[in-house]
């Protein structure tokens, strides 16, 4: 059981936009930045976006990633096939013992 | 231009240690701000952070593994050493290591302290590990 929640699964159309959500608590998401990592089935995770909405050079704008309170989201559009992968958001967990790096369970993306 | 490649054995017996190292390029483990971690994914599952070193010698632990993982640098060969312990056929995942960046400053945790936000932005292509049962 992952200690960030995302929906299994998520699907649209070619040019349709997606919404991925990724739920945390006050130790983790409400008090830190997050990220979010693309990873086609094989490879390594990719860095799509970071501190909550950054994106790193390469990366094109149709990826975006918000955060409110204890919730981050990342939203895709204009979809494209290329972008089926899945989808992980991550943070720090922190308490007054010591920090650790979290993920999501993992959102995975479907192009119809 | 940031690389890391993950090096190992692809079979490990039960109750032996794994050992994995990191080899990297692009950057030097002596720069302040910089890290490298370790992180894995069982097959079919989610990502799992095991651990992280900093330039300056500090080590995170996940909180799960900590009493069987030990993380080293070696600033000279531009190598992190993994070392997991009492492997178990549980074990069995793609081996990632990561470069890991200082974001921004800014306030956060538990006690609202400013800190660095620090976040791993390369990855090697992984390495995997099989223990049988």
């Known amino acids: 059981q992952s200690v960030l929640t995302q929906p299994p699964s998520v699907s649209a159309a070619p040019g349709q936009k997606v919404t991925i959500s990724c739920s945390g608590s006050s130790s983790n998401i409400g008090n830190n930045y997050v990220c979010w990592y693309q990873q086609v089935p094989g490879t390594a995770p990719k860095l799509l976006i970071y501190e909550n909405n950054k994106r790193p050079s390469g990366i094109p704008d149709r990826f975006s990633g918000s955060k409110f309170d204890m919730s981050a989201t990342l939203d895709i559009t204009g979809l494209q096939t290329g972008d089926e992968a899945s989808y992980y958001c991550g943070t720090w967990d922190s308490s007054l013992s010591g920090s650790w790096w979290v993920f999501g369970g993992g959102t995975k993306l479907t192009v119809l | 231009q940031i690389t890391l490649k993950e090096s190992g054995p692809t079979l490990v017996k039960p109750t032996q240690t794994l050992t994995l190292t990191c080899t990297f390029s692009g950057f030097s483990l002596s720069t302040s701000g910089v890290g490298v971690g370790w992180l894995r994914q069982p097959p079919g599952k989610a990502l799992e952070w095991l651990t992280l070193i900093y330039w300056d010698d500090d080590a995170r632990y996940s909180p799960f593994l900590r009493s069987r993982l030990t993380i080293t640098k070696d600033t000279s060969k531009n190598q992190v050493v993994l070392r997991m312990t009492n492997m178990d056929p549980v074990d069995t995942a793609t081996y990632f290591c990561?470069?890991?960046?200082?974001?921004?400053?800014?306030?956060?945790?538990?006690?609202?302290?400013?800190?660095?936000?620090?976040?791993?932005?390369?990855w090697g292509k992984g390495t995997t590990v099989t223990v049988p049962s």
């Open positions: 990561a470069h890991i960046q200082r974001g921004s400053y800014h306030k956060g945790g538990p006690l609202g302290n400013y800190y660095y936000f620090y976040y791993m932005d390369v």
